[in-house]
């Protein structure tokens, strides 16, 4: 080590460096002020965690030590002992370096004094080292290219000014490396990354160079990292310049950053090089860069891929891993030649070497955030296609499935979406390629990386011998949201997670318009919307315990928390709303402003409200979009707006609003809601009809608590409000105006549209199970159904009857709701019958909303017993058993699956069983495995609960849905929950970070408990478990109280109705 033997000639030119690095430091120290002393003072000297040999010029212990002071005429014995004296010292210098080194090992930062302590590996500890000197600290790290200037948005310039204004507020004294947020000193300009995967044990090493503009003076550079071994961090500021002293480095797991603490301070307005070298493992999870496997000709092959959204990025390489920091990305990859590699941009070159590795330099992406930065080690194959634009598309698949063509569908409707963006945003795709890849395991349905998007199997490969209509809507929906996001997320990205509305909601919504322009025929956006996004998240919406769309980001679990299906489908519904109110011409053309402003930049949702502001104005119309949909987008739940006919004057009516909520009991214990007045502008569009004739349609802006206004009605007319359910809100009347609607219904419901018949059916027994509605109100609605020709009504009133279902399930009384529910069913049964055939790609266009509405019927006929229905679905399942000829429809197998478990013994579930093993159509796989929930047979429910858990058997992400759909069987739904909650740390261990999977698996547990029992078993976990998911246990403790209440207050009145009406 070069500071330990100097001697002789050497000593002179030691020494002289030594007095000119001093007169440096004392120069840097006058110009610094009290800045030098602060590496003591913050989380106890982080210098202390690198004390030990080797910086030039390094402080620590090197610095401490005595100065040779011998004359070259000294005799030799005073040299001899000398030298045994520096023997000694350096011993004993040693020794208390590394008793130093362990003391701070030792320190967490809780500790008095102490500093940050090691990352938390949880069984991989052997691969960080702990924090340590940089054996060539300021050396020069390579220097990338500038990306081109752009001007900044308002989002970003807001957000820099709050960044400036924090080391003004003296913030290097306050530990920076603590907060939620990076301190904001230095951003981000360019990325060299380069990569060298082992996949013959799992494990990568790496070497990021990151070009850092610093925009105020700090002495520590702080940047995200977790689960990474540092090897080794330089700093430079440029080639002339040379070298930024490090005193040492350290990761500090709390905030998963890694602090680089330096020698001198960096300078405002410069740019700097940092090099970190570092190692990791390709982890056995579901997040950063992570393996997957599968069997192809009895050999298990093994890929590695990555998920960095939200937070996870900085498991794979060392970077400023928030939405805010977008920089350029230049990757390597280095990987053995029987792979493959796949990144964001195209390969660029490939350098082969002769020991059977190959480097792929792809090249240097636009600019961008790191959470969609993507790659991939494979060895799939691919077909590709390109658009008119000339896009680049490949999918890349397992071998077998792209041999079978299970990947053509998808790659042809990517195509075909690509141009429709293109010509709906006027925005043209930013990059020359875009790769689809279907991985075996993956935590979500897809990840929209830009260039890269990743699907898990079932959500992309499609097999049209296998294939039901259902499914092959699930695919393209799935693909219609990814593709949306090359523009929404991608090319212009949230500011800060608080919005990730602003990209999940509109893929969301987009779901719908662009699978309407793939299927016109289908009437996504205008009807299945209804069902699928808008009743769904007005069920989890009308919970004391939701929260707003826009909600704060303060601590790093909060990031998690806001990806739920209020920010994906809320948001999409209050999209939908807006774009009526706005006039869907006006509103694309709002986009497409708003797109073109903030392109390769970050937006709020200011940014977005302003754009469409101008637009509206440019047409005529000056409405504040800001001050509308700030009162749906920062207060939680919805109104549920009242119309009551004023019985003292002629033609008057009365509208009321109010906070919807489920529990009404549960709105006076929440705070929140005790002290708000919650009110909304609310666009009410209102129609009057009778029997033959309704009237053009008005709308009415209701933004008190209430209004009269003024309405010609006849005697015998009927109101309804918020038509077509394009609104976010129920709607709820007199009971006179019901009783009205009703009638229209039995008479002719086809005065009605399509989409007020579902959303009638909805609000009613929404209404009705709040306590706003009597509960025979909505199933006297429902009578009218045995004529209704239509999916969408139909489908509305299952899934509203199904909650209900779960409810009563396990009651006594249960065979009297069954009976009713059959009577209503039994005549559209008999008539649409079964279907015949198995359908061709040429006739799913024609034939989706008959097949689907007969579906529904036949699914609602077996679920609640039809004799004929369970008949028939044991005679194909039979037939299927004896001949090994699968010869049951498509669109109905999981129907006839599901039943024939129940119905049938322990054999067809073993027949079922071995059919998923051998099956490799990932669509058949997933029903199949569905249907063993079925049973009725306890033992074969908990042997398929305890499966569920192994890998190799059942896929991690597909565990959740087993035991969710176990907990819907009746006669598993304690088994389900007594499971979760012997099982729930390795659970929460397995799916604690992957976005909202605990959120789901807690909901689908939880959410039919009804029996104070239960309620008393789910609150006594509460007390044991370790408080992660609290906001998803609260949330059940409340669905399950409202379960509780909904029965001792609403039952009997149900039963006694019901008894009534079937002897009629």
Known sequence: MALDGARGARDEESREKKKKKKRRRKEEEEEEGEEEEEGAEAGGSPSAATMGDGDAGGRGLAGARPRGTERPSAVHGRLVLAFAVCIVALLAVTALAVLLSLRFDGCGPGAPGGAPGLPARGGNASLPGPARRDPQAGGEASTPGAPAARPPSDAEREREREREREPEREPEREHPWTHLRLPGHLKPLHYNLMLTAFMDNFTFSGEVNVEVACTNRTRYVVLHASRVAVDRVQLAEDRAAGAVPVAGFFLYPQTQVLVVVLNR??????????????????????????????????????????????????????????????????????????????????????VFEEDGWVTDHFSQTPLMSTYYLAWAICNFTYRETTTKSGVAVRLYARPDAIRRGSGDYALHITKRLIEFYEDYFKVPYSLPKL???????????????????????????????????????????????????????????????????????????????????????????????????????????????SHPVSQEVLQATDIDRVFDWIAYKKGAALIRMLANFMGHSVFQRGLQDYLTIHKYGNAARNDLWNTLSEALKR????????????????????????????????????????????????????????????????????????????????????????????????????????INQTGYFRVNYDLRNWRLLIDQLIRNHQVLSVSNRAGLI???????????????????????????????????????????????????????????????????????????????????????????????????????????????????????????????????????????????????????????????????????????????????????????????????????????????NPHGRDLAWKFFRDKWKILNTRYGEALFMNSKLISGVTEFLNTEGELKELKNFMKTYDGVAAASFLRAVETVEANVRWKALYQDELFQWLGKALRH
Not at 475 to 495: A, K, N, R, S, Y
């Open 762 to 968: 909805d609000d009613a027994f929404s209404l009705a199970r709040a306590g706003y509605l009597p509960q025979h109100i909505p199933l006297e609605i429902i009578r009218y159904l045995s004529e209704e020709k239509d999916f969408l009504p139909w489908h509305a009133a299952s899934r509203a009857l199904y909650p209900l279902d779960k409810l009563l399930d396990r009651m006594e009384k249960y065979n009297v709701f069954n009976e009713y529910i059959l009577k209503q069913v039994a005549t559209t049964y008999i008539k649409l019958g079964w279907p015949k055939n198995n359908f061709n790609g040429s006739l799913v266009q024609a034939s989706y909303q008959h097949e689907e509405l007969r579906r529904e019927v036949i699914m609602l006929a077996c679920s609640f017993g039809n004799k004929h229905c369970h008949q028939q679905a044991s005679t194909l399942i039979s037939d299927w058993i004896s001949s090994n000829r699968n010869r049951i429809p498509l669109n109905v197998r999981d129907i006839v699956y599901c039943t024939g478990v129940s119905l049938l013994d322990e054999d067809v579930w073993e027949f079922i069983w071995m059919k998923f093993h051998s099956t490799t159509a990932v669509s058949e796989k997933k029903i199949l495995l569905e249907a063993l929930t079925c049973s009725d047979d306890r033992n074969l429910l908990n042997r398929l609960l305890n499966l569920s858990l192994n890998s190799e058997v059942v896929l991690d992400q597909d565990a959740i849905d087993v035991i969710i759909h176990v907990a819907r």
């Open 619 to 722: 047409n005529g119309k000056f409405v504040n979009i800001q001050e509308v949909m700030d009162q749906w987008t920062l207060q939680m739940g919805y109104p549920v707006i009242t119309i009551l006919g004023n019985l003292t004057a002629e033609n008057r009516i009365i509208i009321t609003q109010q906070h919807f909520i489920y529990d009404i009991s549960a709105k006076t214990k929440a705070l929140q809601l005790q002290n708000n007045s919650y009110l909304w502008q609310i666009p009410l569009t209102i129609v009057v009809g009778n029997r033959s004739h309704v009237s053009s349609e008005a709308i009415i802006w209701v933004s008190n608590k209430s209004e009269h206004h003024r309405i010609t009605l006849d005697k015998g007319s009927w109101l309804l409000g918020n």
């Open 265 to 350: 301070s960096l300078d405002a307005h410069r740019n700097y090089n940092l090099k970190v070298v570092y190692s990791a493992l390709i982890e056995n999870e579901l997040l950063g860069f992570f393996r997957s496997s599968y069997v192809l000709h009895g050999e298990r092959r093994f890929l590695g891929v990555t998920q960095f959204s939200p937070t996870h990025a900085r498991k794979a390489f060392p970077c400023f891993d928030e939405p805010i920091y977008k920089a350029t990305f230049k990757i390597s990859i280095k990987h053995q030649a029987t792979y493959l590699s796949l990144s964001n941009m195209p390969v660029e070159t490939s």
């Open 435 to 545: 790769d689809l890849l279907a991985v075996p395991k993956h935590p979500y349905a897809a990840m929209e990386n830009w260039g890269l998007s990743i699907f898990v199997e079932q959500r992309i490969l499609l097999d049209p011998s296998v294939s039901s209509i259902s499914y092959l809507l699930d695919v393209t929906m799935v693909i219609v949201h990814e593709i949306c996001h090359q523009w929404f997320g991608d090319l212009v990205t949230p500011v800060w997670w608080e919005d990730v509305w602003l990209k999940e909601g509109f893929a969301h919504y987009f779901e719908f318009v662009g699978t309407d322009y793939l299927y016109p025929g289908w009437n996504m956006e205008k009807q299945r919307f209804l069902t699928d996004v808008l009743h769904e998240v007005m069920l989890l919406d009308g919970l004391a315990s």
